[in-house]
C-alpha cells in the first residue's frame, strides 16, 4: 500500500535560514511519481515540482532544491534563505501507476518564517 | 489560461441538508480529482473523473458521489450532511491520468455543517 510521512509537523526559521522539509514515502510499485506542494494561507495548494521514479536527479530552481533517493524512499525539500512569504504548509505526494489515478498526501509541514 | 475555478466559496449548511459542490477545470484538462482537507484527516482523496467517468474513488461513505460533464467540469453532492463533513472540499485538474500528470488545485469550497 502506498503511504506517504511527513515527520515534520511544524518547522520554525528565522529569514535567511535554509530549511529541509522531510519526506518518506511507501510504495510497492516501481513507477511512481512524487510531488510537493505548497498551500499558503489562502488555502490553494500550489504545485511545486513532479519526479518520476527514474529520474532521481536532485533539482533545484532559486531557492528551491529536491533531493530524491530511492534507495531510503526519500524526497526532502531544502528552501535555501527562507523568506517569510515561504511561510505556508507543505505537502508532499505520491501517485503508483497502478494506484488506480489517485493521489496519496503527507500530512503536511507546517512552515513559519518569522523576520 | 484561468485556473481551476470552485463554487462557492464557501457554504453553511445544517445537519441533514444536501449539498452540491461544483469544479471547473482548466480549458483542456479532462480529468478531476476531488479531495477533502480537515484538520484531522488531512487530505483525503474522494474520487477521480476522466472523460465522464469515475475512475476510482476514496475510502468515503455512498452520501458522497459526483459526476463529470461533457465539458469537463465536475460537481460533487454530499446528502444527509453531518457535522464531520465539515471541511475544506478541494477540486484539482490534469491534463490526463492523475497518476502521471500534475494537478492543478483549485481554491476550496469551505463547508460548515452545523
Known amino acids: 500500500a502506498q503511504k506517504v510521512t511527513q515527520a515534520q509537523t511544524e518547522i520554525s526559521v528565522v529569514e535567511k535560514e535554509d530549511v529541509t522539509l522531510d519526506c518518506v514515502y511507501e510504495?510497492?510499485?516501481?513507477?511512481?511519481?512524487l510531488f510537493w506542494y505548497k498551500q499558503p494561507p489562502s488555502g490553494e495548494l500550489v504545485f511545486l515540482i513532479r519526479?518520476?521514479?527514474?529520474?532521481?536527479q536532485n533539482e533545484i530552481s532559486g531557492r528551491y532544491s529536491w533531493n530524491f533517493q530511492k534507495s531510503t524512499s526519500s524526497f526532502n525539500f531544502t528552501i535555501t534563505a527562507s523568506q517569510v512569504v515561504d511561510s505556508a504548509v507543505y505537502f508532499c505526494?505520491?501517485?503508483?501507476?497502478?494506484?488506480?489515478?489517485?493521489?496519496?498526501f503527507g500530512a503536511g509541514t507546517r512552515l513559519f518564517v518569522k523576520a | 489560461k484561468a485556473g481551476v475555478t470552485q463554487t462557492p466559496r464557501y457554504l453553511i449548511k445544517t445537519r441533514g441538508q444536501q449539498v452540491t459542490l461544483s469544479c471547473s477545470p482548466i480549458?483542456?484538462?479532462?480529468?478531476v480529482s476531488w479531495y477533502q482537507q480537515t484538520p484531522g484527516q488531512g487530505l483525503q482523496f474522494l474520487f477521480e473523473?476522466?472523460?465522464?467517468?469515475?475512475?476510482n474513488k476514496g475510502n468515503f461513505p455512498g452520501r458522497f458521489s459526483g459526476r463529470q460533464f461533457s465539458n469537463s467540469r465536475s460537481e460533487m453532492n454530499v446528502s444527509t450532511l453531518e457535522l464531520g463533513d465539515s471541511a475544506l472540499y478541494l477540486c484539482?485538474?490534469?491534463?490526463?491520468?492523475?497518476?502521471?500528470?500534475?494537478?492543478?488545485f483549485g481554491p476550496g469550497t469551505r463547508l460548515t455543517v452545523l
Open positions: 480549458s483542456g484538462h479532462r480529468s
Open positions: 484539482a485538474s490534469s491534463l490526463g491520468a492523475t497518476s502521471t500528470d500534475t494537478q492543478y
Open positions: 473523473y476522466f472523460s465522464e467517468t469515475q475512475r
Open positions: 505526494a505520491l501517485s503508483e501507476v497502478s494506484g488506480g489515478f489517485k493521489t496519496i
Open positions: 510504495t510497492r510499485d516501481t513507477t511512481y511519481y
Open positions: 519526479r518520476n521514479s527514474f529520474d532521481e
